[in-house]
C-alpha cells in the first residue's frame, strides 16, 4: 500500500487559516496505535468552526480537521484491531486537537475507535456521525430520566440541523410525538417525514422569555442550539421534565433563572460527546443501528468531497445545510 495519500491541510493565517488539498506521508501523521484507510468523514457545525477559524478550537497548525471518521484499519499495534477491522471515530477532540476525518488516512489511539456495528456501512456511519451520535446520547439521558412516549410531545431545537434530525427521527422511531423547531418553513415537510408530528417556528422561541416560568408545554427537549432560546424552553418545561442540552449555535450563555429548576424540578442534562466513555459509545452505536431507518437516513444525507468543504462550511455556519453532509475520501 501506498504511504501517500490526499488531505485538506489548515495553515495558519492572520484571519482565517488558509485551506489546501495536499498529498501527505503516514510519517506526516501524529502518533497512535492505529492507522486507519479513511473511506468517509461527516460535516458538522464545529468542522465549519474549525474551517474558517472561528472559536479557536485549532491552537496548532497545520491542522488536517474532520471531528468525525469511518473506515478500515491498516495498521495497528493494539491486538483489539486487526487490518482490515472496520471503524468508527467520534469524539476525543479530533480534528481539534489531533489530526481528524479530512483525510484518506489517519493515526490514533486505539481507545478513540469503535468497531463499525454490523448492519451498518461506513457511509451511514458517517451519516450519523457525530451529530446522530450526540443526538442518541441526549434520547438515552431523557429516557433515563424516565421519559417515555405516553407522557406528551418531546421539542427539538435545531431540528433542520445535523444533531436535530436525527434526534428527530429517533425519537419517532421510538413512538414519541415530536415537536420539530426551524426557522425554515420549507423544511416541515422533510421535518414530517422524519417523524415530527408539530412543526414549531423558531420565532416562537426566538428570545428569552419575559418571565422566568410560563404555560408548561414540552414533557422533554433536545436542545441542540443554546443560549437565549434554550432559556425559553426551559421556562415551558412541564414538572419534573427534562432537556438534553448539546448545542452552543446560540451561545453558551443562559439567560434564566433558577425558578424552572426549583418550582417545576426542571433538569437540565449536558450532553458531551467529545469525553464519552468507550462502553457508553459502544452501546449508543449499537442501539442507532437498531433505530435507524435506512430511507429516512438516506433522505436527510448529501454526498460530498474534499473539494467541496469550504462551500459548504460557509453554508452550515448559516443554517443553509439541512440534514447530514458526508465527505468521500475515494
Given at each position: 500500500?501506498?504511504?501517500?495519500?490526499k488531505?485538506?491541510?489548515?495553515?495558519?493565517?492572520d484571519?482565517?487559516?488558509s485551506?489546501q488539498?495536499k498529498?501527505?506521508?503516514?510519517t506526516d501523521?501524529p502518533?497512535?496505535?492505529?492507522?486507519v484507510?479513511?473511506?468517509h468523514?461527516?460535516?458538522?457545525y464545529k468542522?465549519g468552526?474549525v474551517?474558517?477559524g472561528l472559536?479557536?478550537l485549532?491552537?496548532?497548525y497545520?491542522?488536517?480537521p474532520?471531528?468525525?471518521f469511518?473506515g478500515?484499519?491498516e495498521?495497528?499495534?493494539?491486538?483489539?484491531?486487526k487490518?482490515?477491522?472496520a471503524v468508527?471515530l467520534t469524539?476525543?477532540?479530533v480534528?481539534e486537537?489531533?489530526?481528524?476525518?479530512?483525510?484518506?488516512?489517519?493515526r490514533?489511539?486505539?481507545?478513540w475507535?469503535?468497531?463499525l456495528p454490523e448492519?451498518?456501512?461506513?457511509?451511514q456511519a458517517?451519516a450519523?456521525?457525530t451529530?446522530g451520535?450526540?443526538a442518541?446520547l441526549a434520547v438515552?439521558?431523557?429516557e433515563d430520566h424516565?421519559?417515555s412516549?405516553?407522557?406528551?410531545?418531546?421539542l427539538v431545537?435545531?431540528?433542520?440541523?445535523?444533531?436535530?434530525?436525527?434526534?428527530?427521527?429517533?425519537l419517532?422511531?421510538l413512538?414519541?410525538?415530536?415537536a420539530a423547531?426551524t426557522?425554515?418553513p420549507?423544511?416541515a415537510?422533510?421535518l414530517?417525514s422524519l417523524g415530527?408530528?408539530t412543526i414549531?417556528p423558531r420565532?416562537?422561541?426566538?428570545?428569552?422569555?419575559?418571565?422566568?416560568?410560563?404555560?408548561?408545554r414540552?414533557?422533554?427537549c433536545?436542545?441542540?442550539?443554546?443560549?437565549?432560546m434554550?432559556?425559553?424552553?426551559?421556562?415551558?418545561?412541564?414538572?419534573?421534565?427534562?432537556?438534553?442540552?448539546?448545542g452552543?449555535?446560540g451561545?453558551?450563555?443562559?439567560?434564566t433563572?433558577?425558578?424552572?429548576?426549583?418550582?417545576?424540578?426542571?433538569?437540565?442534562?449536558g450532553?458531551?460527546?467529545?469525553m464519552?466513555d468507550?462502553?457508553?459509545?459502544v452501546?449508543?452505536?449499537e442501539r442507532?443501528?437498531?433505530l435507524?431507518?435506512?430511507s429516512?437516513?438516506?433522505?436527510?444525507?448529501?454526498?460530498?468531497?474534499?473539494?467541496?468543504l469550504?462551500?459548504?462550511?460557509?453554508?452550515i455556519?448559516m443554517g443553509?445545510?439541512?440534514?447530514?453532509a458526508?465527505v468521500?475520501?475515494?
Open positions: 500500500m501506498s504511504d501517500t495519500f488531505a485538506l491541510v489548515l495553515e495558519a493565517a484571519k482565517a487559516p485551506i488539498i498529498e501527505l506521508n503516514t501523521l502518533e497512535g496505535e492505529v492507522l484507510r479513511v473511506s468523514s461527516g460535516l458538522n468542522d468552526m474551517l474558517k472559536g479557536r485549532v491552537r496548532h497545520p491542522h488536517v474532520g471531528i468525525d469511518a478500515t484499519v495498521a495497528s499495534s493494539d491486538p483489539r484491531y487490518p482490515g477491522d468508527v469524539g476525543w477532540r480534528g486537537a489531533h489530526w481528524g476525518g479530512y483525510a484518506q488516512k489517519a490514533v489511539k486505539a481507545d475507535l469503535v468497531p448492519g451498518l456501512t461506513a457511509r458517517m450519523v456521525g451529530a451520535f450526540t442518541m438515552q439521558a431523557l424516565r421519559l412516549p405516553e407522557d406528551g410531545e418531546v431545537t435545531g431540528a433542520s440541523g445535523g444533531v436535530g434530525s436525527v434526534a428527530v427521527s429517533l419517532g422511531r413512538g414519541y410525538s415530536v423547531v426557522g425554515r420549507d423544511n415537510d422533510y414530517k415530527a408530528t414549531v420565532e416562537a422561541l426566538a428570545g428569552a422569555p419575559d418571565k422566568p416560568l410560563l404555560s408548561e414540552w414533557a422533554g433536545v436542545d441542540a442550539v443554546g443560549g437565549d434554550l432559556a425559553h424552553v426551559l421556562a415551558e418545561m412541564r414538572y419534573g421534565s427534562s432537556v438534553a442540552a448539546c452552543l449555535a451561545g453558551p450563555g443562559l439567560n433563572t433558577v425558578l424552572p429548576f426549583l418550582l417545576r424540578g426542571v433538569k437540565l442534562l450532553i458531551d460527546s467529545v464519552c468507550h462502553d457508553t459509545r452501546l449508543a452505536w442507532l443501528t437498531g435507524l431507518d435506512a429516512r437516513l438516506d433522505a436527510m444525507t448529501t454526498e460530498i468531497r474534499l473539494e467541496d469550504p462551500d459548504y462550511a460557509d453554508r455556519l443553509q445545510v439541512r440534514g447530514r458526508v468521500v475520501m475515494d
